[in-house]
């Protein structure tokens, strides 16, 4: 784990960049299949997820005072993880006020582990896909599990609905109801029982327990 040592805020003075050895990882992710429109997303929801901490390596400049006194100034912030909000960020840049973890070049961790946290961050996205089979049952458990406060900081209302989810994917009415149908009919299907004697003319195995 790559232990960072100091703490910033972006600002407009402040180049924010992508770090070179993310480059390839960034790439990956511009080409990634999106299932929902960010357009389309609630602006308090989008707002809250593009000031999320950074990861970085803070470059300097040094300035000299009249009286012969040099002193570091910060002037970009290479990013390399997490990846995603930079392709929301508006002037590519991200808000102002949003939190930089960072090392100095001098004491940044090597190219290959940068390389390799790029990398994990867009890897997330792979790992969490949402199978859009399963659109409806995700939209009901969140309706379920989310509280109240948090569903109306984070998306203006009291519960996200069926119109609200079919406006950020691009699925129909039609198809989450099929989901919920599919999932009811497989919910009633009872398993067939056991029948004791083909279990007993089925090869025996002595890791089988399931007649014993």
Partial sequence: MVLLSSVS???PDLIISLHPAA???YEWLEAYPRLIDWSALPACFTD???VQPLQGVMRYKMKTSEKGT???IPL???LYAPLWPARYWPGNQPPAGTLLLYDEESAAP???DIERSAWLSVLQLLVFSVNTNSVATLRDNLQELIPESVSRSLFGKKKVSDADLCRWTGLSRG???QQRQRIRADDTVAPEPADPLA???SPWSADREDIL
């Fill in 70 to 72: 040099t002193r570091k």
């Fill in 199 to 201: 279990l007993l003319a």
């Fill in 110 to 112: 090597s190219a290959e």
């Fill in 175 to 177: 198809t989450l109801i």
């Fill in 23 to 25: 480059r390839a990882a």
């Fill in 76 to 78: 970009e912030f290479q």
């Fill in 9 to 11: 805020l972006a600002r």
């Fill in 48 to 50: 809250a997820l593009l």
